[in-house]
T-cell receptor, first 116, second 114 residues
């Protein structure tokens, strides 16, 4: 059962426009969410994160929005640039009973293609 | 460059064999995580260590084991290898392994089992 879902395997956006990547989760114990960018043959690179006590976090061209009631988050990239073409992974983590924390649960990724 | 290093970059071996993957965390990070990325399963958490001790287990097979040494580097041991173990193996690290910490990933080791 997939607990983190990225329903769009790919997304094509024109350079300079806004890219919106979406992610849904099912586990209500998740309270920390991250976005990673990945190029082929490289490790995931951290982009931005948000904790469950916030509904928005910005860092330069990247903004993440969290809607806890809908169990949905999105990553906005404005303006989109050719170097943004990569696979984007949504990841989530939760604090389980006993105070311990588990590893990240990843979505399957969305391949973002920025068209010139 | 995340500061996390992994060796080797590529590994080709045969079914039934045993291999060891190595990871050095970022300077100052005490927690190390191992992940497997396969075509059908995506990125999956295997195991976490904190300051030499196992902290959490994910979808790690019994044929796989890991340890973290006093200098904080970690090794992932894969034994009795099967064709299906062919995948990218990533190591990540964070400062203390807390729930709201960012994990930084290494470049990965690509394992091919023939």
């Amino acid at each position: 059962d997939q607990q983190v879902k990225q329903n769009s395997p790919s997304l094509s956006v024109q350079e300079g426009r806004i890219s919106i990547l979406n992610c849904d989760y099912t586990n209500s114990m998740f309270d920390y969410f991250l976005w990673y960018k990945k190029y082929p043959a490289e490790g995931p690179t951290f982009l931005i994160s948000i904790s469950s006590i916030k509904d928005k976090n910005e860092d330069g061209r990247f903004t993440v929005f969290l809607n806890k009631s809908a169990k949905h988050l999105s990553l906005h990239i404005v303006p989109s640039q050719p170097g943004d073409s990569a696979v984007y992974f949504c990841a989530a983590r939760g604090k389980y009973s006993g105070g311990g924390a588990d590893g990240l649960t990843f979505g399957k990724g969305t391949h973002l293609i920025i068209q010139p | 460059d995340s500061g996390v290093t992994q060796t080797p970059k590529h590994l080709i071996t045969a079914t039934g064999q045993r291999v060891t993957l190595r990871c050095s965390p970022r300077s100052g990070d005490l927690s190390v995580y191992w992940y497997q990325q396969s075509l059908d399963q995506g990125l999956q958490f295997l195991i976490q260590y904190y300051n030499g001790e196992e902290r959490a287990k994910g979808n790690i097979l019994e044929r796989f084991s890991a340890q973290q040494f006093p200098d904080l580097h970690s090794e992932l041991n894969l034994s009795s290898l099967e064709l299906g173990d062919s995948a990218l193996y990533f190591c990540a690290s964070s400062v203390t392994g807390g729930a709201w910490e960012t994990q930084y990933f290494g470049p990965g080791t690509r394992l091919l089992v023939l």
